[in-house]
């Protein structure tokens, strides 16, 4: 791959990536309700669903939902129902007081962030044609796929991952402002907001 093309690539994936989304808002929200340790399962949950995204795309899913009405409108309604139960749930987490330390231990196993990360980057179809859409731009035809590949997604995943460790450590810087119930719960109702947005919003994406 020539360097000029990595460079615009890796310029493409920094605004991508930093551009704020259901993906951004839940290490943040997270990162703000655990601290930046504890919200380490889901990072780690939403980078393997991204995972399974690149893959999937990489082998025709992608193709398959962008030429599927009824396949991308299943995982899209799928995709936003999950968003609104988020939104809701967090619209009516109670304002526990939050400990400004990063050491506080979440109520809930890990896994269970875990799985939320991973629902969470899973629910938009929109990212299985994201990849399958993006990736080829930036490939060379005459050149093996598979170096290429790789390289475009381990360059992906060092810039999404910087990005979510941002956001959540914004978050975490938060904690000592939230102290306070009465801000807590305006942040856990303007969070809930934006998921529920998210969700409301997944149901106009098309597929092109």
Known sequence: MPLDTWLLYVVTVFFVSATPGPNMLLALNHGIR??????????LGLLSALGLIMAASAAGLGALLAASELAFSVVKYAGAAYLIYLGIKTWRAPPTPLNAGDDSAPEGPAWRRFATGFLVAMSNPKAFVFFAALFPQF???RLPQAPQLAVLAVTFYVIETAWQFAYAGGGARLRHWLASPARLKWMNR???????????????????
Do not use: W
């Not at 655990?34 to 990072?43: A, D, Q, S, W």
């Not at 303007?190 to 597929?207: E, K």
């Open 34 to 43: 655990y601290g930046v340790r504890h919200t380490v399962p889901t990072l």
């Open 139 to 141: 490939m060379d035809a």
């Open 190 to 208: 303007a969070a809930g907001t934006a998921f529920g947005a998210a969700g409301v919003a997944l149901t106009a994406v098309s597929r092109h």
